[in-house]
T-cell receptor
Framework: GAVVSQHPSRVICKSGTSVKIECRSLDFQATTMFWYRQFPKQSLMLMATSNEGSKATYEQGVEKDKFLINHASLTLSTLTVTSAHPEDSSFYIC????????????FGPGTRLTVL | LAKTTQPISMDSYEGQEVNITCSHNNIATNDYITWYQQFPSQGPRFIIQGYKTKVTNEVASLFIPADRKSSTLSLPRVSLSDTAVYYCLVGRLNAGNNRKLIWGLGTSLAVNP
């Protein structure tokens, strides 16, 4: 149980285009989903926290107009990287927490974004 | 500023016990300690979580002293497939606007034959 999927697993796009990444909890309802970014050989950096039906909470230094997050249902959250640039190339990972659970996050497999 | 510190890398051999210690001097009263394993180009995988004393599951043990300023992940009899990066995370998810998740930089464990 507690499986989280991400789509696509990898994407290559041209500079200036927008890319949408989907995060789904397959067998449970996730009231809260988290979006992370990870550069090579670095730790995970929390970008934002997404609660179903409300606006996402962004971490300091993360541009909310550039990284649009939508959490329309209890099983789906999307991250859209708008007007992507090469410096946005990274590994994007989502996680979800079970409703009522205290502290365990279930992570998706990640999405490798390469901006040319 | 809260900080989570762990060794950058460790080497071990198959069959040995591996202990990875994480330092979190500024841990808050309600914070939990969680360890994750990550393989290249994959999302992290939950290993174990604890609040105080000792926790054990089928894959690892977690030792937390009384002052909770550090924690030690213990992997018994490692195998080659345990070669991965191990992250220490301190924080609490359901803290509303006071939520903070402090990730360590990760310990790259290499298990040799």
């Amino acid at each position: 149980g507690a499986v989280v999927s991400q789509h696509p697993s990898r994407v290559i796009c041209k500079s200036g285009t927008s890319v949408k990444i989907e995060c789904r909890s397959l067998d449970f309802q996730a009231t809260t989903m988290f979006w992370y970014r990870q550069f090579p050989k670095q730790s995970l950096m929390l970008m934002a926290t997404s609660n179903e039906g409300s606006k996402a909470t962004y971490e300091q230094g993360v541009e909310k107009d550039k990284f649009l997050i939508n959490h329309a249902s209890l099983t789906l959250s999307t991250l859209t990287v708008t007007s992507a640039h090469p410096e946005d190339s990274s590994f994007y990972i989502c996680s979800a927490s079970l409703a009522g659970a205290h502290n365990e996050q279930f992570f998706g497999p990640g999405t490798r974004l390469t901006v040319l | 500023l809260a900080k989570t510190t762990q060794p950058i890398s460790m080497d071990s051999y198959e069959g040995q016990e591996v202990n990875i210690t994480c330092s979190h001097n500024n841990i808050a009263t309600n914070d939990y300690i969680t360890w994750y394993q990550q393989f290249p180009s994959q999302g992290p995988r939950f290993i174990i979580q604890g609040y105080k004393t000792k926790v054990t599951n089928e894959v690892a043990s977690l030792f937390i002293p009384a002052d909770r300023k550090s924690s030690t992940l213990s992997l018994p009899r490692v195998s080659l497939s345990d070669t991965a990066v191990y992250y220490c995370l301190v924080g609490r998810l359901n803290a509303g606007n006071n939520r903070k998740l402090i990730w360590g930089l990760g310990t790259s464990l290499a298990v040799n034959p």
